[in-house]
């Protein structure tokens, strides 16, 4: 009997120890108590007497997930800006489920003054995201100003955008294409109008494959206010820089329609010197070449559209925007020829008037359905885009030495136009807690004509006169599935891209097709080291083809002495991606190291061929292939709350191979750049914005390009209760945004220094009616 009873306590104890050691979760959702918006990257405690603390963050959707034996315990809810939320002890001896709502710490907000604005870059472990709706410096400026402010983004003096020092980057505005991002069309795009920017070095499968680089995904603002609201934006510029915009909506439980105005009109000085050194038979000469430009835009915009909420798991949208663009460019050339002893032999000057008009033109319709099930949703667009483009060059050349001849003249025209379909399904499904699919289908439907033509003293020239057919299909399907398993996170997917492509001229001297179907894998991994520290390895293939201005063999007569020029013959390139980083949060501190490997086959770049004239030619070609490496650190530091600092840093290496008509084209080099920002804002008193960038010396297969800095600075203020913003920002404050350039070759040597618009300062105000300032505009391409 004593050893039954024996036998009885020890079975007792050890279904005790078992049931005590049990582990059970807690999950829930954290949101905003008056917006219900969710709130991401919240500090979520379970606190214990007897056990040590567990702490996690919430995700982006404002879910978090906590796993521990059961006891009492309390769950302690932090985040800035909030007041702190604590419950009730509780025993946890089964799974729980609790949602919590913050609500704002009023008396913080006016002692401490903070607003409760999202944090100007988000680091996450896929993409960087870089909020601007509340940007002072960009404010007034246009997409380029934008991206310039974003780590790892560069857009130089001509508009060319880089990620990562890397230009094979694909550019979306809300993550579908546009023709705004071609040409520096991003200069059109008022920098008022966008919300956020997402860097994404490593996509998946869910996006394109196009860009070697990786994507910029350009945000868009929305409204989300009920009611009748809106907003009024003015403001002006030296140079002359000065814009009108007008947003408002009304928003019902049944409907959305919004509605904006805006009017754009600036100035834009250039100019460039480029010296020219030739020897030929032990003979030199030197050409000293001087351009100075300004240009005038004028553009007027209008979006207006509409949501029906058909219910409440059901939503239809449709929009239509219109931009009207028009361009005036004044250009001056001289041209000094003078022998190596630096006396001239000659003088040509040379005057171009360019006039661009614009015409750019989408229809849009979304559908967007979600279901009983959480996170479970399909949603589908279809895009009509039509736009026309009208370029007219009136180009008046004179030798003014040693003697003076007759003025001849040139007229060349370009009209460009497009007819372009996008359509796109997506479907999103959770199979469980952990694991979830995702699929979807895509095509983008392209068709650009282009007709030029040249008048030389009223004869018309046939060798710049054609017509060109560019037609671009493709065909897209992908599938993704992604799981969790403790620690360990992974998406894996795949993408498969059917090209079809075509380029043909009138007159046969060209009729190109490309017909080939790829398949583009993409796998991450995400191991949770800490509570606050992930680390995650992804790898992407991708792929590069040719822009229609990069095919176009006609891009205009500007400069005659350096003409560049398409390659209708043009191949894709494929570049292979490895990239492993860590994101880590460790108190006020967010540090996202990365190292990166890049392997590009195919790889095109453009090469300068020297005519027998002297003159210069551009084309881009098919060289071979490209290594690209590199470290990089993105951190934010918050040391107070009216305090944000940021530094970014980028050390990257490459080494391209590669031969073009029996001469070999080779460069590898080591090169850096960083930015430093930082943000204070009091918002009772006054907010503060500086930022510096720095850009070191860079070698390609034919170029140097010297190292360039540039910084920018901005202050706001807010009155009315936030009613009313002003902003003064000054761009380029010390003027030196220049870009110098040196080509050698065996016969030759060519050094360039442009610049692009010197110092400008911006005035800006905007009121708002029945809209805080935390709520953004209805614009175009957002649903």
């Not at 009216?642 to 290496?653: E, P």
């Amino acid at each position: 009997m004593k050893q039954f009873a024996l036998l009885l306590v020890i079975l007792v104890f050890k279904f005790t120890a078992f049931s005590q050691s049990a582990e059970y979760t807690i999950k829930g959702k954290i949101v905003d108590s008056k917006t219900k918006q969710p709130l991401a990257y919240v500090s979520v405690i379970l606190l214990s007497s007897s056990q040590k603390a567990n702490e996690t963050t919430t995700d982006e959707n404002g879910n978090y997930t906590l796993k521990s034996n059961s006891g009492n315990f309390q769950l302690k809810v932090e985040f800035m800006s909030y007041m702190t939320f604590t419950t009730a002890n509780f025993n946890l001896n089964q799974n729980l489920v609790q949602n919590i709502s913050l609500n704002e710490n009023i008396s913080e907000l006016k002692e401490v003054n903070v607003t409760s604005e999202k944090s100007a870059v988000e680091l996450k472990l896929d993409k960087k995201i870089f909020n601007v709706g509340k940007d002072i410096l960009s404010r007034e400026g246009s997409a380029n100003d934008i991206l310039n402010n974003v780590p790892s983004v560069n857009v130089d003096v001509a508009g060319a955008v880089s990620l990562r020092g890397n230009s094979s980057v694909t550019i979306l505005i809300d993550g579908k294409p546009s023709m705004l991002t071609a040409n520096n069309g991003l200069s059109q795009i008022p920098a008022a109008s966008i919300e956020k920017v997402e860097v994404i070095t490593n996509p998946s499968s869910a996006y394109e494959a196009q860009g070697g680089a990786g994507i910029i995904n350009i945000i868009l603002k929305k409204n989300s206010a009920k009611g009748f609201n809106g907003s009024f934006q003015a403001g002006v510029g030296h140079p002359l820089n000065y814009n009108v915009n007008a947003n408002i909506s009304y928003k019902t439980e049944k409907i959305n329609v919004f509605g904006n105005v805006g009017y754009r009109e600036m100035k834009i000085y250039a100019s460039n010197k480029i010296q020219q050194q030739n020897i030929k038979n032990s003979t030199s000469t030197v050409l000293n070449q001087f351009n100075d430009s300004k240009r005038s835009n004028k553009t007027a915009s209008i979006y207006m559209g509409g949501d029906y909420y058909i219910n409440d798991k059901n939503t239809l949208t449709a929009s239509y925007y219109r931009d009207h663009n028009k361009s005036k460019d004044f250009t001056n050339y001289v041209y000094n020829y003078s022998s190596a002893a630096d006396a001239t032999d000659s003088i040509i000057s040379r005057f171009e008037r360019y006039e661009e008009p614009q015409i750019y033109n989408a229809f849009e319709a979304n559908y967007a359905k979600v279901f009983d099930k959480k996170d479970k949703k399909w949603t589908s667009s279809v895009q009509y885009v039509f736009w026309n483009d009208d370029e007219n060059q009136y180009i008046n050349e004179q030798r003014l030495f040693p003697d003076q001849s007759p003025v001849s003249n040139l007229y060349t025209n370009d009209i460009e136009r497009s007819n372009d379909i996008f359509i796109k399904s997506d479907f999103v499904n959770p199979l469980s807690e952990n694991y979830k699919i995702e699929m979807g289908i895509r095509s983008d439907l392209r068709a650009i004509r282009s007709d030029y033509y040249t008048i030389l003293e009223n004869m018309q020239q046939e060798q710049f006169t054609n017509k060109l057919k560019y037609d671009e299909n493709l065909y897209s399907a992908y599938f993704q599935f992604s799981g969790r398993l403790k620690k360990f996170k992974y998406l894996l997917g795949l993408r498969s891209e059917l090209s079809d492509i075509n380029i043909a001229d009138e007159k046969n001297t060209f009729n190109n097709s490309k017909n080939y179907i790829n398949l583009f894998p993409t796998v991450h991994l995400v191991y949770n080291l800490t509570a606050k520290t992930d680390l995650q390895l992804s790898y992407s293939k991708r792929i590069n083809r040719p822009r229609f201005w990069q095919l176009n063999p006609f891009s205009g007569l500007s400069d005659l002495k350096n003409l560049t020029v398409g390659n209708p013959d043009l191949d894709p390139m494929f570049t292979d991606s490895f990239e492993l980083t860590v994101l880590a949060k460790p108190g006020k501190l967010s540090i996202n190291p990365s190292v990166y490997f890049q392997y590009t086959t195919n790889f095109f770049e453009y090469i300068a061929e020297r005519t027998d004239e002297g003159y210069f030619i551009n084309t881009p070609v098919n060289l071979g292939t490209e290594k690209r490496y590199g470290a990089e650190v993105s951190t934010v530091y918050n040391p107070y709350k009216w305090l944000r600092l940021s530094l970014d840093f980028n050390c990257y290496g490459f080494k391209q191979e590669g031969n073009y008509k029996n001469t070999v084209y080779s460069a590898q080099d080591q090169t850096w750049f960083s930015s430093f920002r930082t943000t204070v804002k009091f918002p009772k008193i006054i907010s503060g914005d500086f930022n510096f960038r720095y850009r070191g010396k860079n070698q390609g297969v034919q170029t140097v390009t010297e190292a360039q800095y540039s910084a920018n600075i901005g202050v706001s203020k807010d009155f009315f209760r936030d009613k009313m913003s002003l902003t003064l920002n000054v761009n380029n404050l010390f003027d030196s945004q220049i870009r110098k350039r040196n080509t050698v070759a065996d016969s030759y040597s060519l050094t360039s220094e442009y610049k692009s618009q010197g110092r400008y300062v911006n005035f800006t105000a905007v009121y708002r009616f029945n809209r805080n300032k935390t709520e953004a505009d209805r614009l175009p391409e957002s649903n």
